[in-house]
């Protein structure tokens, strides 16, 4: 079974500032992809950004980034030059190969001015 | 424009009620899911369907009855409602044939509040 284990329950950042989640995980799969959703208190889950295990190279978007170790099993995310709109919930995800998408718990991002 | 809807957007109730959460998505996807998100935040899949048929069933009570109309729809049916059924319902869809080693990213809808009193 898979497991997504996100080990900071919270974090903050100064605005302008940069901060990076971590998030492991756990599969025996060869073939996954990892994302990291944004929910914001409106609720509605955002993707942020999306990885393949295949890909050596770390996704990028904009000021979104990611750190993947895949012998490490580890998927941070980076995020520059913090904004206030930033400030959610952010979830970890793993999806294996004929399998379901799974979470991790989330880390709730507060952003200060 | 909305991609995935959900309705209602909000759901109180009493206890042993029967309601339903519709979704419906626009993106011409092949896969839908529900979700549900706890009071603690975390998110577990429920259910999935793809091209009307059912592909994930999770250990949910079978007082939960998903239907998929058409590949555009999938509503949620729940039964006597518990206070237990309290959480936030997500539907979601994905261009992705499930079993098929896909990957292809989950568009999620706003989620249904639900509270039983």
């Known amino acids: 079974a898979q497991t997504v284990t996100q080990s900071q329950p919270e974090m903050s950042v100064q605005e302008a500032e940069t901060v990076t989640l971590s998030c492991t995980y756990d599969?025996?799969?060869?073939?996954?992809?990892l994302f990291w959703y944004k929910q914001p208190p409106s609720r509605q889950m955002i993707l942020v950004i999306r990885?393949?295990?295949?890909?050596?190279q770390n996704a990028t978007e904009n000021r979104f980034s990611v750190n993947f170790q895949k012998a490490a099993k580890s998927f941070s995310l980076k995020i520059s030059d913090s904004q206030l709109g930033d400030a959610a919930m952010y979830f970890c995800?793993?999806?294996?190969?004929?399998?379901?998408?799974?979470f991790g718990e989330g880390t709730q991002l507060t952003v200060n001015p | 424009d909305t991609a995935v809807s959900q309705t209602p957007k909000y759901l109180v109730t009493q206890m042993g009620n029967d309601k339903s959460i519709k979704c419906e998505q626009n993106l011409g996807h092949d896969t839908m899911y529900w979700y549900k998100q706890d009071s603690k935040k975390f998110l577990k899949i429920m259910f999935s369907?793809?091209?009307?048929?059912?592909?994930i069933n999770e250990t949910v009570p079978n007082r939960f009855s998903p239907k998929s109309p058409d590949k555009a729809h999938l509503n949620l049916h729940i039964n006597s409602l518990e206070l237990g059924d309290s959480a936030v319902y997500f539907c979601?869809?994905?261009?992705?044939?499930?079993?098929?080693?896909?990957?292809?990213?989950?568009?999620f809808g706003p989620g249904t509040r639900l509270l039983v009193l």
């Open positions: 995800a793993e999806k294996a190969s004929g399998s379901r998408l799974t």
């Open positions: 599969t025996s799969e060869s073939d996954y992809y």
């Open positions: 369907y793809n091209n009307k048929e059912l592909i």
């Open positions: 979601a869809s994905s261009q992705d044939l499930a079993g098929q080693g896909s990957g292809e990213t989950q568009y």
């Open positions: 990885q393949e295990a295949y890909k050596q």
